[in-house]
């Protein structure tokens, strides 16, 4: 995907406000380039500049600020350029200068980021049967038994090679016994659906809040043929989503799985499982306990470095 930097020149008292209205343009972050900060770089302990780097040798603003932000070209955002210009300017009815406005459109060729990584990419065993291989790659299989994932994550999380991910895929291998119906919540690269799916699971539906992950997940769909029948749609975690599924599976941060406990609970059938991973240490007892408090059963506790996954399942009788 080719993506375009916009960019405005203003001052460093409107660096906030210009980027919050970046953001609420769909910009997923934004850079700073403040004459302010350069002029804190002051000497120190280092040396007479403070900095192990001589300040004078880093290329700088000597006044102002620019902001700058990336936007996906299927936005369009050329087209809304005149109308962020204009909500800069009229930052002066809040009392901030926003400087001389100045905003500049440039093309970004993306190609250049989405591969740089793949050198360091290759095929993963991330499970005793499974093996998550590049799309690049050539690759067999090196006993009959051994299940192969094909995957070009792009720019969407989920190489397989994550502690998160992996503690969800043997999460989904202790519980799985092949048929169940699975709901995937943050599918990212879809790297959880397909492989729930090698291991023979029946309805999957993935679901994802980023509509690069989506997209990114139907392209390794495609890379996988056993796979083809799995949906994915763009959703907040499950609202809206009204089913009774074996599975819920979600490798999410700690705060957004808090939400989704209530939710896993109404689309789980008795006796489902709600596989959670993406869990930090220090959140662990927050998330456990808000599952119990649902009415979950905690079942195993999954741990990899300083990642936590759990299984919990739905009781049987739920008074
Ligand atoms: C840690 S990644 C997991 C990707 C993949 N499932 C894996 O296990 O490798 C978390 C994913 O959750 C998605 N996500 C974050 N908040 C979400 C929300 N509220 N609803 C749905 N997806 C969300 C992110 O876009 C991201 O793709």
Do not use: C
Not at 199 to 206: P, R
Not at 231 to 257: F, P, R, S, T, Y
Not at 259 to 264: D, G, T, Y
């Amino acid at each position: 995907m080719d993506w375009t930097e916009l960019s405005i020149i203003t001052t460093s008292e409107a660096v906030e406000a210009v980027s919050n209205i970046l953001m609420d343009h769909g910009a997923a972050g934004v850079s700073i380039e403040d004459a302010k900060d350069f002029e804190k770089l002051k000497p120190g302990r280092y040396g007479d500049h403070g900095e192990i780097v001589d300040p004078k040798d880093l290329t700088h603003i000597s006044q102002g600020a620019i902001v700058s932000a990336y936007y996906p070209n299927n936005q369009q955002i050329d087209q809304q350029a005149n109308q962020i210009a204009a909500k800069v300017r009229g930052l002066t009815a809040f009392g901030l200068n926003p400087g001389p406005v100045e905003v500049n459109l440039t093309p970004v060729v993306n190609q250049d980021w989405q591969t740089a990584w793949e050198k360091y990419y290759h095929p993963v065993s991330v499970s005793r049967f499974m093996t998550i291989v590049p799309s690049w790659e050539d690759y067999q299989p090196k006993v009959p038994e051994e299940k192969i994932l094909r995957l070009d994550p792009g720019m969407a999380f989920g190489t397989g090679t994550h502690p998160t991910t992996r503690l969800s895929l043997q999460a989904l291998e202790i519980v799985m016994q092949g048929g169940e119906s699975i709901l995937d919540v943050g599918t990212g690269s879809g790297v959880l659906s397909i492989a729930a799916k090698l291991m023979g699971a029946g309805e999957i539906n993935a679901f994802d809040v980023d509509e690069i992950a989506v997209r990114s997940a139907e392209k390794n769909i495609k890379l996988n043929p056993a796979a083809k029948d799995i949906h994915v749609a763009a959703n907040d975690l499950l609202k809206g989503i009204h089913q009774q599924v074996d599975i819920v599976v979600a490798n999410i941060l700690a705060e957004i799985i808090i939400p989704l406990v209530p939710q896993a609970w109404d689309n789980l059938k008795p006796n489902g499982y709600f596989l959670t991973s993406g869990i930090i240490k220090d959140k662990f007892e927050t998330v456990r306990d808000a599952m119990a408090d649902q009415g979950f059963e905690i079942i195993e506790t999954l741990k990899m470095k300083d990642w936590y996954g759990i299984i919990a399942q739905k009781p049987k009788d739920e008074d």
